[in-house]
DNA sequence: ATGGTTGCCAAGCAA
């Protein structure tokens, strides 16, 4: 059967409701991997998903950060809060469905290379990383991980190497903990696909989008054992294109399963 | 251009 999964950070679920029920009733995506969604659990429009048949996993809080994995597929096995020093933020929901374990992730943006949230990042990121090293090989066990990494990892996914030198997004420090969370044993299923250069957030100030100043830095990551079952994947764009859109588009990928 | 915009929710923070 095929298989799809979309990965999107929808900068406030209530602001983009609409939007995101769009996309699902155009791209009938089997599992969308949300974040941002910036409400407490109480206060999630579950229902609007509900009545187009959907599941949810949600793990959110008031006003910032929160993720949710809403699925046409049963949802098994719904982990939060899994990083050992429990600095997850309500950023990281783990589900099971089929048999293939999604990681859904908000990684913390990090402010500024100089700032406390910066070490959090890297912190966030290493953990992470041990995580998947315990409890996970990637020859064997199909993991998807997925969503707003906050870090483009290399070169052709920034829109000027120079100019983000040092900065958030792209500093030496973040980047080398991404390589090591990627060398768990990872496959960036965009890349399977696509050579040339895509972005995936365009900051909301200065014009970003018209001059596609951006960053390649939402993922969907794989283990080795699903590698052979990727078909296709692709960022939409158009859905940064609309009236008061998120900063981010969605990426989706499908699968033969 | 150390600016700019958006969303939280009602001031300033986070991104």
Request: proline letters at 3%; aromatic letters at 14%; a positive charge.
């Amino acid at each position: 059967m095929e298989f799809s999964i979309a990965t999107w950070n929808v900068n406030s679920i209530r602001a983009r409701i609409s939007y995101v029920i769009g996309f699902l009733k155009r791209t009938k995506i089997d599992v969308l991997c949300i974040q941002e969604t910036k409400v407490k659990d109480s206060l999630f429009p579950k229902d609007e998903f509900e009545s187009l048949g959907y599941n949810l996993a949600i793990y959110g809080g008031k006003g910032y950060s929160g993720v949710a994995t809403i699925s046409r597929l049963p949802i098994e096995n719904v982990k939060k809060n899994i990083l050992s020093s429990g600095l997850d933020e309500k950023r990281i929901i783990s589900t099971k469905i089929k048999d293939i374990d999604i990681f859904n992730a908000y990684f913390p943006n990090g402010q500024n290379p100089e700032s406390e949230k910066f070490q959090e990042k890297l912190k966030f990121i290493e953990e992470l990383k041990n995580y998947l090293y315990s409890n996970y090989n990637t020859k064997n066990d199909k993991v998807i991980l997925l969503g707003d990494f906050n870090v483009a990892r290399l070169p052709i996914d920034v829109y000027d190497e120079e100019k983000m030198k040092d900065k958030i997004g792209y500093h030496p420090k973040e980047k080398e903990a991404l390589n090591h969370l990627y060398e768990w044993g990872f496959v960036d299923i965009f890349r399977m696909f696509n050579r040339n250069q895509q972005f995936s957030w365009w900051d909301y100030r200065a014009s970003s989008f018209r001059k596609n100043i951006g960053l390649r830095i939402d993922y969907i990551w794989i283990s080795e054992a699903l590698r052979s079952n990727c078909r296709s994947c692709y960022i939409d764009k158009d859905e940064r294109k609309r009236e008061r859109p998120s900063d981010h588009a969605p990426v989706v990928a499908k699968f033969e399963i």
